[in-house]
């Protein structure tokens, strides 16, 4: 049976073209770019090549303003901490209550370490109100950390309006956004849109390149200390052997990201409609999480009243179809979507999510696999739900009280 993968806001398949670029690093070419003699010059120069990339890639910034990490978590950890060792005299951030953990949970580590965190709340369609920004900004004000898009619900968020607000109001205060499930999916550029963003986190491997390397804009004359300390490499801001063969796979992926944005990003956005159009159609009581939003072209969240993700997610599976229950960072509790939590789903249905996420390489053969038995093993799992039989109106005499909140509500 072959697999249906709808999971790219997990991970994502390497791209052929990307491997191509990476193998003579991996082979011949395996000496340390640092090293003095001659023949580390070549892999050297791949990374400054890389850099150069990267950089025309994401509206023509400096080289010298990427930096190479080993992935989208330590670069939100780099520029959150590094901006907060380097303004010791301001002592209050910002960010929103659905961040990915790569953010949410250092920013929770900041107010352990005694500084004031703001978490802006969203509304019930996943969206930012800006003027909740505005009115959190204060003197003491260090750090604002927003993302791009939310990998959960894929609703993208206004960054370039939060930016500039922001650097309007106090251009010392640094502004920082996770932009890990946008780059490669929309325009990145950090000289026109986005020319008030400090700092930018990404990752590789959501973009067709390899697990383990990421990279983070940072500004020119942005105040950042060095998170990472150890030798002289990317210019004493990260210590450590470049991991040359995955920055030149990263480069790789993003310029295929570029060619073929167009094409891709309209064949994507016709898979979810479609996808998106036939489940509410077919499912009674299901709701699109963020569907009213601006989103992603690749993601859509989805919770069926009265049944458990888990459940949902173990039948896929066994039809060998990928899907998520949200953020594969957390994906291992029992706890409901603290994105989903925040956009006050109802109990009923925060546990019931699903979020399927299309990548390049979907088909419209994946969609209709997913259609062929979702639509079943809902109707299949609600017969063995108590909170089911309570909303059809027949209860079993021991779940009258599941509905019910804490609170006797």
Known sequence: MSIVYADNNATTQVAPEVVQAMTPYLGEQYFNPSSMYEAARVPAKAIADARATIARLLGGVRPDEI?????????????????????PARRHVITTAVE??????????????????????VDARGRLDVADLVRALRRETLLVSIMHANNETGVIFPIAEVARITKETDPG????????????????????????????SFSGHKLHAPKGVGALFIRRGTRCRPFLVGGHQESGRRGGTENVPYIVGLARAL??????????????????????????????????????????????NISCHFIEGEGILYQLSEHGICASSGSACTSGSLEPSHVLS????????????????FSRYNTEADVDRILAVFPGIVSNLRRLSPYWDVQRGCPRPEAEHMLRSPDGD
């Open 67 to 87: 930096l190479f990490t080993s992935c989208a978590t330590e670069s939100n950890n780099a520029a959150i901490f590094g901006a907060v060792k380097a303004n």
């Open 255 to 300: 310029e295929l990201a570029a060619e073929t944005h167009e094409s891709t990003e309209e064949r994507i956005h016709h898979l979810r409609g479609h996808l998106e159009a036939e489940l509410t159609a077919r499912i009674p009581l299901l709701q699109v999480n963020g569907g009213e939003a601006e989103r992603l072209s690749n993601t859509l």
């Open 173 to 200: 205060i640094v502004f920082h956004t996770d932009a890990t499930q946008t780059v490669g999916k929309l325009r990145i550029d950090l000289t026109g849109e986005l020319a008030h963003v400090d700092m930018l």
């Open 100 to 121: 990915h953990p790569a953010v949410l949970n250092v920013c929770k580590e900041l107010e352990r370490d005694g500084l004031e965190v703001t978490f802006l709340p």
């Open 342 to 357: 925040a956009m006050k789903v109802p109990f009923t249905a925060a546990h019931g999510s699903v979020r399927f996420s």
